[in-house]
């Protein structure tokens, strides 16, 4: 059966409905896991790029460039032997087809259940935490590593990195290095953006930017770039001095260093060096023209006036150098602008390294087993499934026993009991330490009205704590003990209590 062009309309309306209906039933999805939404935002990015290339394709065919639509309409309306000849013409044909092939149907089935659990791949680092955070290490060692960059911790570089672009020295911002450094940045952060904001508009908010910058620029107001990128021309500021009243260089020097430094940079000449220095320099204009002068004597980045500045070498050099300076700025603006866009995520950017420094090793791998467990794809638990498990271990994460290295390094093999817990038992040492502290054991000690205290630590016999606690209390009281208080001394002059000494005597020690 062969697709007219009316048929090919009827079925890209069809498609424009169901995927409109398809992105309603997923909004209408109660989802609440960060995955999850991301994942949504992501399908729903994925049929408005299809919705589009629909559109795109019906107004191809709406506008009938080619006559093909008027043609199919005219040929329908004047069959020689009428229309509902042709409609019932076509009708046989569809008959026809669907014989041949009854297995195909009419129209798709309405179950779209899969669509709305589809899972789009989308790659993250693992600092990015499935998006929630930038990972900006690369960019970080970048900065370290240029001429342009200064020593900064990772910590301070995330919150700074768009700010400090306005400290970099003019001379650097026409590096290459730099260039390179911004375009990766840039690249980096728009694909930051699109992979966790796939139904934003930062594209459109940045062609937006351009064209002001664009602007702008035009008229020098951009700030920092007032002079488009050229640099200053040598002599372009008046230095208000008649040079002809000046006959020798000690007559220069009597108008002083702060006049002598104001006059040289008002031509764009170095400034520097001793109060004699200067005057020479600004002598030199006496004999040779501003013009002449080597370049050695002009400031880095001031361009000296050249008797062919006017020639069409000249403009094309500064026409190149004016447009490289610009894809510089726009790059610069574009960057500060999705900072500001994800400002956000540089907060909890900042905040998790702020966590990370202060973890542990425990913490940091409980986080990262997470981190793993949320991306690992999800599986159908089979509840009929037999986990084999003879050695008794416990279950990790997984649902599957531990290793049985891991299972002795931990101790979980070793059985301690405690009496004033019910003789409740406790795996391993770990375990057994925590439960000093936590509410079965206090209870216990609590019954028996004993304090919990470090006293008591490691005490699980009702009989030992009993007995510990009647001494604290005796000695709390004072009073004299024969057994304890009474000294007796040996014929070698040591001194034992009474017990003690008895004990000694009975077994002929002394």
Known sequence: ????????????????????????????QDLKSHKDRLMQNHRVRKR????????????????????ARKDEIAALAQ??????????DRLKEIKDY???????????????????KEEPRTEFSGDEGLGRYLDMHEHHQRFLNSKFGRKLEYFQFVGSFSSDLSAVPKPQKG???????????FSYLMLFYEKTQPLGQAAKQLVKLEQEIRVRWSAGEVPGWEDRGLGQVAGSSSIGLDMDAFETVEELESIGADRLKEALQGLGLKSGGTLKERAQRLYLLKTVPLTKLEAKHFVKGVIPPSETAATTGRQVDNKKAEEGALQVCLLESKIRKLAEILASVITETKGRIEKKQAQTYEELQAEQEEAEAELAPEEEEDEDEFVYNPLKLPLGWDGKPIPYWLYKLHGLNQEFKCEICGNYSYWGRRAFEKHFKEWRHQNGMRSLGIPNN?????????????????????????????????????AQGNVYNRKTFEDLRRQGLI
């Open 1 to 28: 059966m062969s697709d007219t062009l009316l048929e090919q309309t009827r079925a890209l309306h069809d498609d424009l409905e169901k995927l409109e209906r398809v992105i309603v039933r997923d909004f209408k």
């Open 48 to 67: 408005l790029d299809s919705m589009q290339a629909a559109a795109r394709k019906l107004i191809k065919i709406y506008d009938d460039d080619d006559g």
């Open 79 to 88: 069959s020689e032997s009428g229309s509902f000849a042709t409609f019932y």
């Open 98 to 116: 669907y014989k041949r092939f009854p297995t195909d149907e009419v129209t798709e089935a309405e179950d779209d259940e899969f669509l709305l």
């Open 175 to 185: 590096s290459r290095q730099y260039k390179e450094y911004l375009e990766h940045l």
């Open 454 to 490: 470090k006293n008591f630590y490691e005490v699980t016999k009702i009989s030992d704590a009993e007995s510990l606690w009647k001494n604290i209390q005796d000695k709390a009281k004072g009073g004299f003990h024969p057994e304890v208080d009474e000294e007796f001394e040996d």
